[in-house]
């Protein structure tokens, strides 16, 4: 098993750990109510995909 001859350094650590970085997740408008919502996912708002309704709310 290989193990480091030498502790490596924080800065050398957090260079390589720079580019772990979380991204904002991206929003679509809703074609049918204008709302946001996430691409390819059911618009949880009106229930639609894809012009087609999948999901009834119950009033």
């Given at each position: 098993?290989?193990?480091?001859?030498?502790?490596?350094?924080?800065?050398?650590?957090?260079?390589?750990?720079?580019?772990?970085?979380?991204?904002a997740p991206q929003w679509v408008?809703?074609?049918?109510?204008h709302q946001d919502r996430m691409?390819?996912?059911?618009?949880?708002?009106?229930?639609?995909?894809?012009?087609?309704?999948?999901?009834?709310?119950?009033?």
């Open positions: 098993m290989a193990v480091p001859k030498r502790k490596l350094t924080r800065s050398r650590t957090h260079k390589r750990r720079s580019t772990w970085k979380l991204s408008e809703c074609v049918r109510c691409p390819h996912h059911v618009c949880p708002h009106c229930g639609y995909y894809d012009g087609r309704i999948v999901v009834t709310h119950e009033a």
